[in-house]
């Protein structure tokens, strides 16, 4: 068999490809990031991370201008592109994943529910009668690309219905925390920006009916909903997470079409092939492109987006996202910021109330037999993931934001936030470490 001579830049970008592929990935991508920060924002160019936060950039001109700090073009901007492939993978799970029924939904929503109860009254009885009830929300949430990182370095020892579960917990817990920002977490109402923005994801809602599948469609009508939400007084991340359920789901060709026709055309470019090259033959090249377009059409714009965009959230949107945010200070006593009632709500919100949260109500399930056991999950393996699940980084920390208007409550937050999840990473590892392989999973 002729093997394939690799060109030079392939060897050299190899290994580099290999990093991006692994699950892990992301996660180390994301902790790199913050070290970077933390770094940056202490060093003796800090007040350079700061004045950088609020460089304006403005975009349009005269009435139609909009111009935001770098901040804020992060946070309200390239983080609606993340809660939009959020958006995508919630309706995957509903409609063909771990949430598409309620026997499959039951046990992850409940384990979610129970993990944000419990952080949100460990925080609230930390910061009772302080000002700062209202980072109740903060400690709620589930960074799932570090979660499942810390899984995937773990290697046989995580048996793949854990693993499962605990994706779905965390998407379970991305649609609580949306609704939270949307509920709780927002501005005073512009009722007509609000209106026109809805209409907007009415029209993209009606594209999909109609069997629009241009992604460009909903492309435009996404990014003008996205302006006039951000008007509203409703964050305007909800949009990408609304956009997300309007992108159509649906194949124009089934599995089966596609291999029929994908036979016809192969046997075709078997017959033609005479020992030339695709270049020199427009015969050929027909043909492969038709074979393309059977394949595209056997998939589903949601999964061609997702495919897409889950890069560049993974490798560039949550990268720039923590370098943003993830810079604290640490002027004066870190010892006595760490020891304010604000870091410890946050921070044992994480690292205690959402392992308490997820065991107790995923106990309480099975016991009370609403929901099956998990096979080949022990009570080891469930207090691992509830300790994982504390690793709150992402979400919390654009739920801080949102929650205080000062700096100074925030880099508290970020601060309990920090430690909270370092503890929770530490912990679930600890727990998960010292388990024994899994022979064979199939």
């Given at each position: 068999?002729?093997?394939?001579?690799?060109?030079?830049?392939?060897?050299?970008?190899?290994?580099?490809?290999?990093?991006?592929?692994?699950?892990?990935?992301?996660?180390?991508?994301?902790?790199?990031?913050?070290?970077?920060?933390?770094?940056?924002?202490?060093?003796?160019?800090?007040?350079?991370?700061?004045?950088?936060?609020?460089?304006?950039?403005?975009?349009?001109?005269?009435?139609?201008?909009?111009?935001?700090?770098?901040?804020?073009?992060?946070?309200?901007?390239?983080?609606?592109?993340?809660?939009?492939?959020?958006?995508?993978?919630?309706?995957?799970?509903?409609?063909?994943?771990?949430?598409?029924?309620?026997?499959?939904?039951?046990?992850?929503?409940?384990a979610a529910v129970g993990g944000m109860v419990v952080p949100a009254a460990v925080y609230l009885?930390?910061?009772?009668?302080?000002?700062?009830?209202?980072?109740?929300?903060?400690?709620?949430?589930?960074?799932?690309?570090?979660?499942?990182?810390?899984?995937?370095?773990?290697?046989?020892?995580?048996?793949?219905?854990?693993?499962?579960?605990?994706?779905?917990?965390?998407?379970?817990?991305?649609?609580?925390?949306?609704?939270?920002?949307?509920?709780?977490?927002?501005?005073?109402?512009?009722?007509?920006?609000?209106?026109?923005?809805?209409?907007?994801?009415?029209?993209?809602?009606?594209?999909?009916?109609?069997?629009?599948?241009?992604?460009?469609?909903?492309?435009?009508?996404?990014?003008?909903?996205?302006?006039?939400?951000?008007?509203?007084?409703?964050?305007?991340?909800?949009?990408?997470?609304?956009?997300?359920?309007?992108?159509?789901?649906?194949?124009?060709?089934?599995?089966?079409?596609?291999?029929?026709?994908?036979?016809?055309?192969?046997?075709?470019?078997?017959?033609?092939?005479?020992?030339?090259?695709?270049?020199?033959?427009?015969?050929?090249?027909?043909?492969?492109?038709?074979?393309?377009?059977?394949?595209?059409?056997?998939?589903?714009?949601?999964?061609?987006?997702?495919?897409?965009?889950?890069?560049?959230?993974?490798?560039?949107?949550?990268?720039?996202?923590?370098?943003?945010?993830?810079?604290?200070?640490?002027?004066?006593?870190?010892?006595?910021?760490?020891?304010?009632?604000?870091?410890?709500?946050?921070?044992?919100?994480?690292?205690?109330?959402?392992?308490?949260?997820?065991?107790?109500?995923?106990?309480?399930?099975?016991?009370?037999?609403?929901?099956?056991?998990?096979?080949?999950?022990?009570?080891?393996?469930?207090?691992?993931?509830?300790?994982?699940?504390?690793?709150?980084?992402?979400?919390?920390?654009?739920?801080?934001?949102?929650?205080?208007?000062?700096?100074?409550?925030?880099?508290?937050?970020?601060?309990?936030?920090?430690?909270?999840?370092?503890?929770?990473?530490?912990?679930?590892?600890?727990?998960?470490?010292?388990?024994?392989?899994?022979?064979?999973?199939?």
């Open positions: 068999m002729r093997i394939k001579k690799q060109a030079p830049i392939e060897i050299i970008l190899s290994p580099f490809n290999r990093f991006f592929k692994t699950s892990a990935a992301g996660g180390l991508l994301l902790m790199a990031c913050t070290a970077a920060a933390m770094i940056w924002a202490n060093s003796p160019f800090g007040d350079s991370y700061a004045r950088l936060q609020d460089v304006h950039l403005t975009v349009g001109a005269g009435k139609s201008e909009l111009s935001l700090s770098l901040l804020h073009w992060v946070n309200d901007g390239l983080m609606a592109v993340f809660f939009f492939v959020v958006g995508l993978e919630i309706k995957r799970e509903i409609l063909a994943g771990e949430l598409s029924s309620a026997r499959k939904a039951l046990l992850p929503i409940a009885a930390f910061t009772w009668g302080t000002g700062n009830e209202r980072g109740w929300g903060v400690p709620m949430a589930t960074d799932i690309a570090f979660t499942l990182g810390v899984l995937s370095l773990l290697g046989r020892r995580i048996p793949a219905s854990l693993k499962v579960f605990l994706t779905a917990l965390a998407i379970a817990d991305d649609i609580g925390a949306v609704l939270i920002i949307a509920l709780f977490y927002g501005g005073q109402l512009n009722l007509p920006a609000l209106a026109l923005g809805l209409a907007l994801l009415a029209g993209m809602a009606g594209a999909n009916a109609l069997g629009v599948r241009r992604t460009v469609v909903y492309f435009l009508l996404g990014a003008a909903a996205w302006l006039c939400f951000y008007n509203s007084g409703v964050h305007a991340t909800v949009a990408g997470v609304l956009a997300a359920m309007t992108i159509p789901a649906r194949s124009r060709m089934g599995v089966g079409e596609m291999l029929e026709k994908s036979r016809r055309l192969l046997d075709q470019l078997k017959n033609e092939h005479h020992g030339g090259n695709m270049l020199g033959s427009d015969r050929l090249h027909k043909i492969v492109l038709t074979l393309r377009k059977a394949c595209q059409d056997a998939e589903t714009p949601l999964q061609r987006l997702d495919a897409r965009l889950h890069p560049w959230v993974a490798f560039a949107i949550m990268p720039v996202f923590a370098l943003a945010n993830g810079g604290v200070a640490l002027s004066g006593d870190v010892l006595s910021a760490l020891s304010s009632p604000l870091s410890l709500g946050v921070g044992l919100g994480l690292a205690l109330g959402k392992p308490v949260g997820v065991c107790l109500a995923t106990l309480a399930m099975i016991r009370l037999g609403l929901s099956p056991k998990l096979p080949g999950v022990t009570s080891r393996h469930l207090l691992g993931a509830g300790c994982l699940a504390g690793i709150g980084f992402t979400m919390s920390i654009f739920v801080a934001g949102l929650a205080f208007p000062g700096p100074q409550q925030t880099d508290l937050a970020k601060l309990g936030i920090l430690s909270g999840s370092l503890i929770s990473a530490l912990a679930g590892w600890a727990v998960l470490r010292g388990l024994p392989e899994i022979a064979d999973e199939s």
